[in-house]
């Protein structure tokens, strides 16, 4: 029968903002809850940490949400497993309530079957356990929780030696972009190039590829330039807090003066927010034949790969 318990609890297990994760247990949910078939309201408690800690690293589509209802070990487990779905359904349906997608969602209700040791009406087992991971690949939520997302503060950044195949035929495009827009405002000196650049998280060994897109002001009286083989030189930087190799940009400048070896360049990095943006001197390794200088107008940097493992040059 129906009582009510008090108000909502909640626990957070592991948090990481400027990651976008969170791992938390809503707990203390009224006992039997779902007495009469009656769906009963979430705590206001419960609500405000979804509001404040949960739903802002999901608007945009920009993480994923695994939601595991339990159960006590007093009564049926059929019962149990009923009120476990109820739980876990109440926080889905206020999470699609204020903007959150379905297909951010992944919810499991697991019971009593995790209480067998416990006391019979333990509150922290009258519970929703809830982990908020970042959507790395833009893909619907696995069944099964996935491992929590590997995060750093300290990072290598290099020019790649090759286009990965995701961009190749855009980087064509570019190319013929960067003419056309040089015929356009043939009297301006303004124009467009990509490069390939690895980040790579020497914590961990994992790494992303990215694609550097922009629209520059400067001079140039080069004949040519080529990419440098496997990579260019690595140039260490640090973030103020962990994040993950995958968090860079989208925003994204260049600085650039160089001569017939190399070109010194200046790099902006957006990083998520909360953290301060990356600004670091790097030395492309991009061979120029005469003399280069540009500012960017316009860029973007942009994740092509999900985090692959890396064991450095």
């Known amino acids: 029968m129906f009582h009510a318990t008090g108000v909502g609890q909640h626990e957070i297990l592991y948090e990481n903002s400027a990651a976008r994760i969170i791992e938390a247990l809503l707990y203390n949910f009224d006992f039997d809850d779902f007495y ?3 769906i009963r309201p979430l705590k206001p408690a419960h609500t405000k940490f979804l509001d404040e800690h949960v739903i802002p690293l999901l608007e945009g589509g920009k993480g994923h949400i695994w939601i595991q209802g339990s159960a006590s070990r007093i009564g049926t487990s059929d019962w149990n497993m009923t009120l ?7 926080v889905q349906a206020y999470l699609l309530d204020n903007g959150v997608n379905a297909d951010q969602i992944e919810v499991n209700a697991v019971g009593s079957s995790l209480t067998a040791h416990h006391a019979l009406d333990d ?4 519970s929703v356990l809830i982990w908020v991971y970042p959507n790395i690949d833009h893909k619907p939520p696995t069944k099964k929780v996935p491992k929590r997302p590997k995060t750093s503060t300290t990072f290598r950044i290099a020019v790649d030696g090759s286009y990965p195949p995701l961009w190749k035929r855009h980087h064509d495009h570019i190319s013929w972009g960067g003419k056309i827009v040089k015929k356009i405002v043939k ?3 303004i124009s467009a ?4 650049f690895i980040i790579w998280d020497t914590t961990n060994n994992l790494a992303c590829k990215y694609i550097y897109i922009g ?4 001079f140039d009286l080069s004949i040519g330039s080529s990419l440098p083989e496997p990579h260019g ?22 600085t650039t003066m160089g001569d017939w070896k190399t070109a010194a360049t200046y790099i902006h990095i957006e990083t998520p927010a909360g953290v301060k ?3 670091a001197k790097i030395q492309l390794g991009i061979a120029v034949k005469g003399a280069q200088g540009s500012t960017t107008l316009a860029g973007d940097f942009d994740l092509m790969s999900r985090p692959e493992p890396f064991g450095g040059p």
């Open 36 to 38: 009469g078939h009656k």
């Open 84 to 90: 476990s779905q109820v739980r876990e359904g109440s």
């Open 123 to 126: 509150d922290r087992d009258r």
């Open 187 to 189: 009297k301006l000196p």
């Open 193 to 196: 190039r990509d490069i390939p």
């Open 215 to 218: 629209v520059e002001f400067g």
């Open 233 to 254: 030189p690595w140039t260490d930087f640090t973030t103020e807090k962990a994040i993950g190799c995958w968090q860079f940009g989208r925003d994204g400048r260049l």
């Open 277 to 279: 943006n990356v600004h």
